[in-house]
């Protein structure tokens, strides 16, 4: 979730989440049903958490290191190093087509000029999500099937792709 | 919850679990009872491998027998028919006209205007099966998809798709219920009917799948899925942690196989140590591949 989303109703919707979540974990007797809220309150607060991050630097907010709640805390040491978060990296096609996921490599892809690390994101299990591989500009593909949905903004940005 | 035995049911997993024989149960005593009718079934098997008929006989919540002798009138299906030839292309089209549910498994070859099907011949006419499709589908009370094939073309109109296979839907201009698998677990479909024939049409999601089986994603519900959550992710097949990293379809696969399991609720991919292929999400198998993949990101932890 990008700052400017992240009006006054927005998180008075999350805080009335968090709260809810809280009170359903004290009657929850299910370890099950636990684990799946508690799941959702991580969420819930690593959005809010990201939005204090952003709201406390001045950097563009479409690059910050903004963390997904299903995302794995430890992020794992690779061959090619991940990109620090906030570095605004500039990456080439050719670049880009390193970070495929293969070989222990981080797997990045190109949405709308911005480059993104899904390497441990549940929907890119082998650095592969619907037929689509890593290490590519995929701007129309995501327009034609994710228009319209909150996923970018759940994503780790890691740089820009480089325009021609 | 409930702690006999030493491990712990949920109590909500449990109901879940019995969803489809509970939804039977009482179609059996309502019938018995002479509450509730049979209603005619019809079983067409199009493009595909006879998997999801071969599934259904594996069913116990009921059994196969239970399910065309006691609830339905089934009254065609070609690989169990007694009839055969001109007699059983008879029997399959005296059906429009009367009341009945049509359940089709397998894909709608569309090359050559069908021809790449025939399901049989009818006064020495050659049948399509998009010829019966249409026909059967456009006069029955429910349509039914079943698997893969059926509800989106899947192994049928993989690349290259030679014979132009379609999903049902693609060929009915009507609502289709669709079961999507490779096969259709038996509970799917009996829970489905069972629901048919008690409150009429299963409440759907927005790809027409009942909400009864399709609500949960398997990550959701997956017995590893606190190693995804760590970062702890299996190496090779054989590993106990998750197999994220090797190419686990689970996060993109909505079905409740976790908590049902297979073989007459014995086991299930994850538990057995490999990764879940994706089998009941759409575009399956093309858009699902690679299923196992061992040149992957770094991220295993010891």
């Known amino acids: ?164 | 919850m409930n702690t006999s035995n030493g491990s712990i049911t949920c109590p909500e997993y449990k109901a879940r679990l019995n969803t489809a024989a509970s939804l039977v149960e009482t179609v059996k005593t309502q019938i018995r009872q002479d509450v509730l009718r049979k209603r005619n079934l019809v079983w067409l098997e199009l493009t595909g491998c006879s998997g999801n008929i071969i599934s259904l006989l594996d069913g116990s919540n009921p059994d196969f027998k239970y399910l065309i002798s006691q609830m339905t009138h089934f009254i065609y299906n070609n690989s169990l028919l007694a009839s055969e030839g001109q007699n059983a292309m008879e029997q399959l089209f005296s059906i429009p006209g009367s009341d009945y549910i049509l359940a089709v498994e397998g894909a709608v070859a569309t090359k050559n205007n069908g021809l790449y099907n025939i399901i049989g011949r009818l006064n020495g006419k050659w049948i399509t099966a998009l010829e019966a499709v249409k026909t059967l589908g456009e006069k029955a009370a429910h349509v039914i998809a079943i698997g893969a094939c059926a509800t989106h073309g899947g192994v049928s109109a993989a690349r290259p798709n030679p014979a132009k296979c379609v999903s049902v839907q693609s060929v009915l201009n009507r609502k289709v219920i669709k079961l999507p698998g490779c096969p259709c677990h038996p509970d799917w479909f009996m829970g489905t009917i069972a629901h048919i024939l008690l409150y009429g049409q299963p409440e759907l999601d927005s790809r027409d799948r009942p909400l009864l089986f399709y609500s949960t994603l398997i990550h959701d519900r997956c017995p590893r899925r606190s190693y995804f959550d760590k970062g702890i992710f299996a190496e090779k097949l054989g590993d106990k942690t998750c197999m994220f990293k090797l190419g686990c379809r689970g996060p993109v696969t909505r079905i409740d196989c976790p908590i049902r399991q297979w073989n007459q609720y014995v086991n299930w991919p994850i538990e057995d140590d490999t990764p879940c292929i994706g089998c009941a999400q759409f575009g399956f198998p093309d858009a699902m591949e690679p299923f196992i993949s061992y040149n992957i990101t770094r991220g295993v932890k010891k």
Not at chain 1, 16 to 37: F, G, H, K, M, W
Not at chain 1, 39 to 54: K, Q
Not at chain 1, 140 to 162: D, M, Y
């Open chain 1, 1 to 164: 979730m990008r700052v400017q989303d992240f009006s006054g109703k927005n998180l008075d919707r999350i805080m009335a989440e968090i709260n809810y979540d809280i009170s359903l974990l004290y009657v929850v007797p299910c370890i099950y049903t636990r684990n799946l809220i508690l799941n959702h309150l991580i969420d819930r607060i690593s959005m809010v958490e990201s939005v204090a991050v952003a709201m406390s630097q001045t950097v563009q907010p479409q690059i910050l290191p903004l963390q997904p709640g299903v995302t794995p805390i430890a992020d794992p040491p690779a061959l090619m190093q991940p990109m620090a978060p906030g570095t605004q990296a500039t990456f080439t096609l050719q670049e880009l087509s390193r970070f495929d996921g293969k070989g222990g490599n981080p797997a990045y892809v190109a949405v709308n000029g911005i480059v993104y690390d899904v390497t441990n994101n549940a929907t890119w299990a082998a650095a592969t999500h619907f037929g689509l591989t890593a290490g590519k500009n995929l701007t129309n593909e995501f327009a034609s099937c994710h228009a319209g949905q909150p996923i970018l903004s759940k994503l780790r940005a890691v740089g820009k792709l480089e325009t021609m």
